[in-house]
C-alpha cells in the first residue's frame, strides 16, 4: 500500500527500525508519542500514519491498512482493518462471515484517549493478544477520524481537563464544524466518509471514544447506548440488559473502577436547571441522531459511546479506555452469532405502519439510583499556569432520580414510501450518501398521497452548526388521489434503512432534513410540504 502521507525523516528511522524487528519475529514495540514523552504530549497525524503502517508491516497476515476518505483539508482517513481476512477491501471483510465492529477515536480532537489506545490495542493485536477474537471478530479502526482538528493542538484546548500538558487537538473540524452534531445533516467530508465506511463495510457495532468535563463524578469512564426511542428494542435490550453490564463487571473486577450510564447532575445554579425546575438527578444527554450513537441505532446497529473521565490524569484515561475497549470486544467476540442476528433481524423487519418517534423527552425512571459522587483538587498546567483538575480517589454514594433514556412526545406511523421532488438536490445527494434505496418514477403515476398542510413555522433565535434549525407546525391533510410527475424519487420504508428514512424525511423530525434547514429553499412562501407520502402500494 503506498503511504498515507510523507513522513518526515525524523519519524520515519524509528519505525523502520521497529518494523524490522516485528518482520524478524521479534516483538512489535513502537511507543506512541504519549509513551515516549511520559504522557505530556499526543501523537500527530503523520505519527498515527506511521505507526500504523509499521504495525502493518510487523503483521501484514493479520493488520491491513486503507482510508476511508478525506478530512476538509484533504488528510487521508487512515483505517485499519485487523482479522483474518486476505485484504483491507469491504467485500474481503464482509466475505469473512464474521462479525464486524468499528472502533473510532478523536471525533473531538481534544478528546485525545481513544486515539491513543486504538494505537496501544492494535500493537498488543500485532504482538499475538487477544488472539481468540479473530475467531469471530473482524476490527475496523480509525484512529484519528477529526485528523484536522487534531493538528491544531493548543495548550488552552479543553480547559481544566487534566492533561496532555503539552496540547491537544480542538473539538471541531477545519470547518469548524462538532463532527458528532453531523451525522444526519452530512455538512462535512469527514462524514461522508464516515458513511461510505458504513455503507460499504456495513459494520455490526460502532464504537466511538470520546473524554467528558461535567460534573464531578467517581466513575473511570461513562458509556451510552442508542437514545432514540425509535431504534429497534432488541439492540437496546441487549446493550442494557446484557452487554453493558457486563463490561461494567469486567471493569470493576479486573481494575477496580467504576462505569456507568453517561450523565450529568445538573447545578441548582445552571441557566437549564432553573428554566426546566429540574430536580436533582442523573441526566443524560440527547437522543437525536446526529450523534453517532444514536444514529447507529436508527440504522439497525449497536452504537456505544464511550466517554473517559476528563479530571484521570492523560495516562489514566487511555488505559482506561482501552481496557473498556477490550471489554466490549470479549463481549462481542463470545457473542457475536447473537449480534450479527440481532442486525439481520432488525433489517428484516418492516417498520411500514408502525407508530414511531418524531420528538422526544427524557423518562424519569422508575425508581432512584445510586449515583457515585467524586471529588477534584485544581492543580496548575507547568507551562500555562492554566488550572487542570485531578480526581481524587472519592465516592460519595448518593441516590437521586435517574433520566436515562427517551420516551416520544410526537409520533406517526411510518408510510409506505415517501415521493422526493428530483429539484430537491439537497436532500437527493443526502439519502445518497445515508446509503438509501430509491428509484425514480419513469412515468406519471396516479397514487393516493398524503400532503403535509403548513400552519407556521419556528426559527431557532441562533444558528448551530451553521444553520438555524427550524421547526414545521401542521398536519397531513386526508389522503388524496394525484398525479405525480415522472423522475419524483419514491423512498420506500421498507428497507433496512426504514427507520432512518422516516426520521429524516418527516417534516416534524426533531432532527431530520427540515429541522436543519436543508428545505428552506423549498419551503419559502410555501403553503404545503414538498415531499409527500404515500400509503399505498408503489407499482
Known sequence: ?????????????????ASAAGAQGGPFTLRTRPERTDYRETSRYDEVVAFLEAAQRAAPEMLHLTTMGYSMEGRPLPLAVWGRVPDASPEAVRASGRTRVYVQGNIHAGEVEGKEATLALLRDLVNGEHRGWADSLVLLV????NADGNERVSLVN??????PVGGMGQRPNAQGLDLNRDHT??????AHSLLEMV?????????????????????HLTYAPPLHPATPAAITELLRGEWLPAVTRGLKSRDGWDAYYYGNVPSPESTWAAAAGAERGWYTFDHRPRFGNNYAGLRNR??????????????????????????????AGANAGRIRRA?????????????LALRARTVRGPRPVEILMGAVREERNPYTGEPMMRRLDVKRPE???????????ETDRAPRAYLVPPSLATVVERLVAHGVRFRALERPLRVRVEEFRIDSAQAAPQPFQGHRERTLFGRYAPAAEREVPPGTLVVPVDQPLGRLVFVLLEPRSDDGFADWGLLDEALEGARAYPILRTRDAVP
Not at 142 to 145: F, L, S
Not at 158 to 163: A, I, L, N, V
Open 185 to 190: 445533516k452530512l455538512d462535512s467530508p469527514e
Open 1 to 17: 500500500m503506498p503511504a498515507l502521507r510523507t513522513l518526515a525523516l525524523a519519524a520515519a528511522l524509528p519505525l523502520l527500525a
Open 142 to 145: 480509525a484512529p484519528i477520524y
Open 158 to 163: 479543553r480547559p481544566h481537563q487534566h492533561g
Open 302 to 331: 449497536f452504537g456505544i459511546l464511550s466517554e473517559a473521565y476528563a479530571y484521570l490524569t492523560f495516562r489514566e484515561r487511555i488505559e482506561t479506555t482501552r481496557r473498556f475497549v477490550e471489554e466490549v470486544l470479549d463481549y
Open 399 to 409: 441516590r437521586m432520580a435517574e433520566y436515562g433514556s427517551f420516551e416520544a412526545t
Open 199 to 219: 455503507n460499504r463495510y456495513d459494520p455490526h457495532v460502532l464504537v466511538d471514544l470520546h473524554t467528558t468535563n461535567g460534573t464531578y463524578h467517581a466513575y
Open 343 to 355: 442486525t439481520e433481524a432488525a433489517d428484516r423487519a418492516v417498520v411500514v405502519g408502525e407508530s
